[in-house]
């Protein structure tokens, strides 16, 4: 008597069993293979995909606007009006200073001057419409253009002159008020805080919060002995292990005997 074969259906339920057992081993097999073919045969210099890296948030996006490093231990506010000649002159100084101290950041502030009313005004509110749109590198560009155009001394851009990134969006904030706002209200502060000539600077201390405001252009040496004598004041209060006093301005005729 011949024995009993398994029926057709029994079969193909042992062939998908032995399947199910084995398909997984064979699938990563596959992908371990392929991982390795790509890394041998990559081109030169192309990493394994990696996930974005997180956006830095050290630097705000909007104003005030800055150049350097954000997270120095000093910020350099830099009061100025696009119409002053002693600032456009004095501006490029200011810049390579920065870039060669990196632990400062050059953060600008509006101080249209009435004399060069109103392009002054109209030239800031250009700087702050690009920088709306385009950051704080856009903003620093704007200025440099405005700098190397303006005929200076309230004589503004020559006539029918145009920013050459301008676009749609700097157009519509030209024609709003948004940027005038911002204007005034630092132009107010810087008078408030006793700022009545640009350019000015105020070197701010973060650790401490001490500051000074100095009058006129002041050369790298002059604002380097301005970083020691703050820094010393950030010595002598670590010594007597007090807590940092608030901001403070310093009068600028303490930095009188400085190099110019």
């Known amino acids: 008597m011949e024995p009993k074969r398994p029926s057709i259906p029994m079969q193909v339920q042992a062939f998908r069993r ?3 057992r084995l398909r997984w081993p064979w699938v990563l097999a596959a992908v371990l293979v392929g991982l390795l073919i790509w890394l041998v045969f990559r081109p030169p210099g192309e990493s394994p995909p990696q996930s974005p890296a997180p956006v830095s948030m050290t630097q705000p996006s909007g104003p005030p606007w800055q150049m350097g490093n954000p997270e120095g231990r ?3 506010t830099f009061y100025a009006d696009l119409e002053c000649p002693f600032c456009r002159e004095y501006f490029p100084q200011l810049k390579r200073w920065v ?3 990196t632990d400062v950041a050059l953060q600008w502030h509006h101080q249209p ?5 109103p392009a002054a005004s109209a030239e800031a509110r250009l700087a702050e419409c690009v920088a709306e ?3 704080h590198a856009a903003f620093w560009q704007a200025v440099e253009w405005v700098y190397a155009h303006t005929r200076s001394d309230g004589q503004g851009l020559p006539d029918g002159l145009r920013y050459p990134e301008s676009t749609p969006a700097i157009e ?3 024609a709003s008020e948004r940027a005038d706002v911002l204007i005034r209200a630092q132009a107010a502060e810087a008078t408030k805080s006793g700022v009545t ?3 000015s600077l105020r070197l701010l201390n973060h650790q401490t919060g001490q500051a000074i405001l100095l009058q006129g252009p002041i050369e790298g040496d002059a604002l380097l002995s301005a970083m020691d004598m703050l820094a010393a004041e950030d010595t002598a209060s670590d010594a007597a292990a007090s807590p940092a006093t608030p901001t403070s301005e310093m009068p600028a005729d303490v930095v009188g005997d400085m190099p110019r």
């Open 18 to 20: 032995r399947n199910r």
């Open 74 to 76: 000093f910020t350099l």
């Open 99 to 101: 870039g060669n101290n």
């Open 113 to 117: 001057l009435a004399a060069h009313e």
């Open 133 to 135: 749109a385009g950051g």
């Open 172 to 174: 519509q904030c030209m």
């Open 197 to 199: 000539a640009t350019p």
